[in-house]
């Protein structure tokens, strides 16, 4: 199996990132800063009917957003989030931080922690749940979207007449998205995206990385159903993602498709899929009535997030107070591909209903 | 095959939301005035310089870098000046621009609640652009002219 780490030996990495800070810097002597800081947050209803029945009033993720300018060409932005952690315990995570500067028109290069752009739900949404068009993440995020990465892009925006885009990064993989270990593992993200209109994003990307320990992948920002990898082996990872992102004045459309392969020197090749489906239709300009329906299904070979089937149905309705405020409601119904009872992963079904209001300010 | 993916992806949009693209407002029908602070340039094309009020550019020709400035709720011409820019209403403006600052893709813009408050602004801020009405008092050198 082929291991692509320690790509960046201190020797090449320190130089280029005390350069990039003296730059940004020394820049930033001759004019003035100017800083700019938001607050997002939700707090969140749940309801779930299955074998067993519970409901919850939880305060969801809290985070601090800034957004700062040294001068015309370096930028900064910052979010860091503060989740429940259970016993009145409350964890702190840096979630984008990141220097970037803008070295010619539209085009630029950027430094730090960010999310990944692998589809347009994590090049956009990030973690305010004010965007987000429904309650949950698709559940692929919970799974195998490697939400962060650590390390250096570059980046171009509304090229051309077709506001054409690019994203060309290589940083940590999925066992090191923050900022211990560092390195260790290497992954590499192209993307591409097309906006025909100002409400039309298509997008394709490729991702690959190898770990070491497959167990230390981090990627877990689903809808609550992720399970711990057991696995401790090396593993390659291929992604291959695909999104169709329309939010005009009337209907919303948004489709994540997403699909891997990885292999183990265990078990050899395993294909694995999944793709999100949302429908909004827009009434009175801050209602929205809304569907979805989400399926993910990874091989029995899979030793990344393990056999794995499911599916889930989404109706639900949202109403935007203003553009800081919003309230969700909705009912999902979970089940798997398979209800033969063949699969020994089957998990059962079950509906859930949930509340949410998110907030920015 | 690029074309016809082009063909099929132009069909789908007119299917989705036909209507709107067919009810576009022109500045240029307008009794409106582009205003701009060492941009680089006096003369520009409608579809060009509204793109750079929808934050698609980061730096005027001149390489400064660019300053949206808009009218804000108290404006008591922001839902018209939100059409003429955008085709949406000032709540979809909002809610544009809030999102394209959180994906850190753009400095967020500067909301005024007159004409007079825009012009000051643009006067004192190199890089800076405004649409106010024909009928305020704007010096010359910060008029932007449409040509088309």
Same mark, same amino acid.
């Given at each position: 199996m082929k291991q692509n780490k320690n790509i960046f030996g201190n020797q090449i990495v320190k130089p280029i990132i005390w350069s990039f800070f003296l730059l940004v810097f020394s820049n930033s002597l001759h004019s003035q800063m100017s800083a700019r800081l938001n607050a997002y947050g939700h707090i969140n209803f749940e309801s779930v009917f299955s074998d067993t029945t519970y409901s919850n009033f939880s305060l969801g993720e809290q985070e601090l957003f800034i957004n700062a300018k040294f001068n015309d060409n370096f930028s900064f932005l910052g979010e860091i989030t503060l989740n429940y952690a259970g016993h009145g315990n409350y964890r702190l995570n840096i979630e984008r931080l990141r220097l970037k500067y803008n070295y010619y028109k539209n085009h630029s290069l950027i430094m730090g922690?960010? !999310? &990944?752009? %692998?589809?347009y739900w994590n090049d956009v949404y990030y973690h305010a749940r004010l965007f987000f068009p429904t309650i949950d993440r698709p559940l692929m995020f919970s799974k195998w979207i490697p939400v962060h990465t650590f390390g250096m892009r570059l980046q171009g925006q509304n090229i051309g007449k077709n506001n054409f885009g690019y994203d060309l990064l290589i940083g940590s993989g999925m066992g090191s998205e923050?900022? !211990?270990? %560092?390195?260790k593992e290497t992954s590499i993200t192209a993307a591409v995206h097309w906006k025909p209109t100002d409400e039309m994003r298509f997008g394709f990307s490729g991702y690959l990385t190898s770990m070491?320990?497959?167990?230390?992948?981090?990627?877990?920002?689903?809808?609550?159903e992720h399970e711990m990898n057991m696995y401790s082996g090396p593993l390659d990872f291929q992604m291959l993602n695909a999104s169709i992102a329309y939010f005009g004045e009337k209907w919303e459309i948004l489709n994540e498709f997403s699909f891997n392969r990885t292999k183990t020197d265990t078990l050899g090749v395993s294909n694995n899929i999944s793709n999100y489906t949302y429908v909004g239709r827009r009434f009175l300009e801050k209602n929205v009535a809304f569907t979805g329906f989400d399926v993910l299904y990874s091989g029995?070979?899979?030793? !990344? &997030?393990y056999p794995y089937d499911r599916m889930k149905f989404i109706l639900g309705y949202k109403y935007e107070y203003s553009e800081r405020l919003n309230v969700k409601a909705q009912i999902e119904y979970y089940t798997n591909i398979y209800d033969d009872h063949t699969h020994d992963h089957s998990i059962g079904s079950k509906y859930e209903f949930k509340i949410q209001m998110s907030y920015g300010l | 095959m690029v074309y016809r993916l082009r063909y099929t992806l132009i069909i789908l949009l007119f299917l989705v939301n036909g209507y709107d693209l067919n009810s576009q407002i022109t500045l240029?029908?307008?009794s409106i005035v582009v205003i701009g602070n060492n @941009?680089? @340039?006096k003369k520009m094309s409608e579809t060009t310089i509204k793109q750079y009020f929808k934050g698609k550019y980061n730096k005027w020709p001149n390489k400064k870098r660019v300053i949206v400035a808009l009218a804000s709720s108290k404006h008591p011409k922001v839902e018209w000046y939100s059409n003429l820019l955008f085709n949406k209403s000032f709540f979809a403006v909002k809610k544009y621009w809030y999102s394209l600052v959180f994906q850190g893709r753009n400095d967020a813009p500067y909301f005024f609640a007159s004409d007079q408050e825009l012009i000051e602004f643009v006067k004192l801020n190199p890089g800076a652009i405004a649409i106010v009405e024909k009928s305020s008092k704007v010096p010359e050198h910060l008029k932007i002219k449409l040509n088309e």
């Open positions: 922690k960010f !999310h &990944t752009p %692998v589809n923050d900022i !211990h270990n %560092v390195f070491d320990d497959a167990s230390m992948a981090a990627h877990s920002h689903g809808g609550g029995e070979n899979d030793l !990344h &997030t | 240029n029908d307008f @941009t680089g @340039t």
